[in-house]
């Protein structure tokens, strides 16, 4: 069985900062590529960033480019989502997901087959 659980969310003023951590269950997290979703009230789950197994290749939404930075620790289970300059726009729910397809290249929801809880980002402005 393998859960996802994401941690770090909060309430971060506008220009600050956040990193989230995803922990994650399953014997091969080292083979999977992990990837950071967001959703917004009233809006479709889009893709944020996705990290290859060996973390040698990163993908970024537009919208994260230069600010966001995905990274994992293949030791200890875990995938992190550092976000700098925080916008009032980056409000939503954060998850966190794995894809055991294969390959790293992710950013579609139904290309992730294992997805956690989620957790709450709130950027005041």
């Known amino acids: 069985q393998v859960q996802l659980v994401e941690s770090g969310g909060g309430l971060v003023q506008a220009g600050g900062s956040l990193r989230l951590s995803c922990a994650a269950s399953?014997?091969?997290?080292?083979?999977?590529?992990m990837g950071w979703f967001r959703q917004a009230p009233g809006k479709e789950r889009e893709f944020v960033a996705v990290i290859s197994w060996d973390a040698l290749s990163t993908l970024y939404a537009d919208s994260a480019k230069g600010r966001f930075t995905i990274s994992r620790d293949n030791a200890k289970n875990t995938v992190f989502l550092q976000m700098n300059s925080l916008k009032p726009e980056d409000t939503s729910i954060y998850y966190c997901?794995?894809?055991?397809?294969?390959?790293?290249?992710?950013?579609?929801?139904?290309?992730?087959?294992?997805w956690g809880q989620g957790t709450q980002v709130t950027v005041s402005s």
């Open positions: 399953g014997r091969s997290f080292s083979s999977w590529a």
């Open positions: 997901a794995a894809s055991s397809r294969g390959g790293w290249y992710r950013n579609r929801v139904y290309e992730y087959d294992y």
